[in-house]
């Protein structure tokens, strides 16, 4: 292994968390819009964790809409992982949102944990399912909460692929 290629794998290495487990990934999905379908478990909370996570994926290049918020007969509705087996759902979502991927966020009781499943809005196929944990016994803020499940959905955005595709030596076609 060339050595630069062993300093991109410890790097890698380094930035994932011990806090998040992924249960499964679909590498090849990448978004560029996420819906969010609001929080289940979050006591009155979840519009401060969505607008958070907006606020941090926006950061990460990705776009977050709230379906409650959405200009769409969805606005104040109940999503729910079950009523999205309805392909007429899918389609209202990418109409009123430009969505690519369709995010449930699931928070334990007590905060001690977040669930995260991604579907894709064309396919309805789950593209992540992951669960993130909370640097103490449970998520002290919204913030903090906002802050894992953003750590999880930012390896989505389609901007860090291009980033990462970019900064890629091996990518390089030499010239003779």
Known sequence: MRPLGALVLIAL??????????YSRAASFRAKTLAVA???????KSAEIVRALAVRL????LRCVDIEEADSVLAGSAVSLEAVANPRLLAEVRRATEAEG????????????IEIVVLDVRT?????KA????????FASADEAASIAAEIL????????????AADPADEIPVP
């Open 13 to 22: 290495a380094s930035c994932s968390s011990d806090r998040v487990e992924t």
């Open 38 to 44: 609001g929080v289940r478990g979050a006591k009155g």
């Open 58 to 61: 926006g950061n990460a290049g």
């Open 102 to 113: 369709l995010v449930f966020l699931s928070l334990e009781s007590s905060w001690r944990s």
């Open 124 to 128: 309805g196929e789950a593209v992540l």
């Open 131 to 138: 669960e993130g944990r909370p640097r103490g016994e449970s």
């Open 154 to 165: 930012g390896g989505l955005s389609s901007q860090r692929r291009k980033s990462a595709r």
